[in-house]
């Protein structure tokens, strides 16, 4: 008992330093795919909301199809939901889904979006520097 009060106490004073305090994330950020960018800056009143907007598409997402998104919201004042963390509206390419948006580094952030629960897809973006 001794020992699992001492690993607890231990773990309690140690998880401040887990908690990871990343550079901002507003930047321009290009998705896995390498066929479209999004400009990330902090919005809403507080200035603690997350948006993104498509601002490039490139090979085969620059189409016709496509390009009505341009310098529209993909993340839509999200608002934080943790460390490095914000949860909201997401809209992508026309489809609107629940999703989280979680900064895994200073040059990383990964886009969970479902629609109605059960359509399901995971993003990931990589900062332009």
Known sequence: MKRLL???ITFMTAAPALAQ???SPVGTWEIEMRD?????AM???SGNQLCGTL??????ADNEENRPYLNTLLID???PAGENQWKGTLRIFGQTATGTITQLSDNH?????????IFCRTYQLYRIN
Do not use: M, N
């Not at 601002?55 to 085969?60: M, R, S, T």
């Not at 952030?109 to 629960?117: H, N, P, Y």
């Open 6 to 8: 001492v690993l607890l």
């Open 21 to 23: 305090g990343f550079a």
């Open 36 to 40: 479209s960018r999004y400009e990330v």
């Open 43 to 45: 919005c809403g009143e």
């Open 55 to 60: 601002v490039w598409l490139g090979g085969h």
């Open 77 to 79: 004042h999200a608002p």
């Open 109 to 117: 952030i990964q886009l969970e979006g479902c629609v109605a629960f």
